[in-house]
């Protein structure tokens, strides 16, 4: 046992076993740090502004988990060296520990020497025998620090990956918009009058979201607004009439203003806020920890989360569209934007609730994947295979 430990002190390592890991983790580090550097030259070079920015966000972030992972480096022994009493251990778990009794003093010593026994990592002892020689166990493991430390770091991956894809394939869905903006920009150009080219679309606008006394109903336009997110959330008639709306409203001598290109500008500046992961929901990832006990399934419960207020949001924007149309008082009108549509009269509201969608979406998948990873995927923490499916399918 004495020679183990020997061999796995630093003073005993072989100095060429040392050179190749510090070399391979300099050399990552570098080409990461290199890589985002050159991409911030090419957002700075290509004018993307708000891109640059989000990237100086996500680095932010990046050194911020630095300090974490600092942190639990530097503070692992002295928070291991935290003893509590063996009853405070016993609840609020994610599994329920094996032959669980309350048969007499004697098992109940057993049963606590074996969770001193699993609070180790690998062969470090000392800590366990400081709490043992107490008859208490660590506050939290050198192994389960160990963890704690991984998971933060795949939190901060998947989040980062999910974001950059939702901004991808905003740009993907936006592309068909581009082509309906060269259309009605072509045709203003050759006939030189923009209002023919609105009138008619307006008047498919105004007909498809406002003829008929049953669609200003409530409740009847809300269950339409409901079922049209998943078909057709946007249409070349909602298009144009929006961007019509918006360039008379806020830019009435430019009848060839590029809307297209405003709202790719907007979706970089929004994609700005939403890249980061904000104070709070740092306070969801702990309250969300907290609550995996076993027999809870929280997390199972949690995933209907997202969906639901993904599936408001979508109904809401189309809400929206639909009132634009329903507002005006004669169908020649046009649609005038407003915050007033927007619950409690704030925009920002929708971003939030989508940037908390997206955090708590990449919370499910790294949190699963960092269980199956390092527990596997039969750990009791997985829970039942009908628990994962629906899950990862929602996710």
């Not at 619950?343 to 940037?355: A, Q």
Request: net charge neutral; glycine share 4%.
């Amino acid at each position: 046992m004495a020679e183990e430990e020997l061999n796995e002190s630093l003073e005993y390592t072989p100095t060429w076993i040392v050179a190749v890991v510090c070399t391979i983790i300099v050399f990552i580090s570098l080409v990461v740090e290199r890589g985002l550097h050159k991409l911030g030259k090419y957002f700075k070079k290509k004018n993307q502004t708000p891109l640059f920015d989000a990237l100086q966000k996500l680095q932010e972030e990046l050194m911020l988990l630095g300090f974490i992972s600092l942190l639990l480096t530097v503070f692992q022994t002295a928070i291991s060296h935290i003893c509590i009493s063996p009853e405070l251990t016993t609840t609020m778990l994610p599994c329920k520990r094996p032959h669980e009794s309350s048969e007499g003093s004697a098992h109940d010593q057993i049963y606590y020497d074996g969770i001193i026994n699993k609070r180790r990592l690998f062969s470090v002892e000392d800590t366990s025998q400081h709490c043992r020689s107490k008859g208490k166990v660590p506050l939290l493991s050198q192994e389960s620090l160990h963890h704690l430390h991984i998971f933060i770091f795949v939190l901060a991956l998947v989040h980062a990956i999910f974001c950059v894809t939702t901004l991808f394939l905003g740009i993907t869905r936006m592309r068909q918009w581009k082509r309906w903006e060269e259309e009605i920009k072509s045709k203003i150009t050759r006939t030189g009058d923009s209002s023919s080219i609105q009138a008619l679309h307006h008047h498919e606008f105004f007909k498809k979201h406002a003829d008929g006394y049953w669609r200003r109903a409530a409740v009847v336009g809300w269950l339409i607004s409901f079922f049209k997110q998943f078909y057709g959330s946007v249409t070349e008639s909602d298009y144009i009439a929006l961007r019509y709306g918006f360039i008379k409203e806020h830019c009435p001598r430019k009848p060839q203003f590029d809307f297209h290109n405003y709202m790719v500008r907007t979706l970089e500046v929004d994609f700005r806020r939403i890249v980061g992961i904000s104070w709070y929901l740092w306070l969801f990832v702990v309250l969300f920890l907290l609550l995996n006990i076993a027999g809870w399934h929280t997390y199972f419960w949690l995933a209907f989360l997202p969906v639901i207020i993904l599936l408001l949001v979508g109904a809401k924007l189309e809400h929206i569209i639909a009132r634009l149309a329903q507002e005006p008082a004669q169908e020649s009108a046009r649609v005038k934007p407003s915050d007033e549509y927007f619950w409690f009269s704030r925009p920002t509201l929708v971003l939030d609730l989508l940037h908390f969608t997206l955090f708590q979406n990449s919370f499910e998948i790294a949190f699963f994947f960092w269980i199956w990873c390092t527990y596997g995927f039969d750990s009791c923490i997985m829970e039942k295979i009908s628990y994962i499916i629906p899950r990862l399918i929602m996710g």
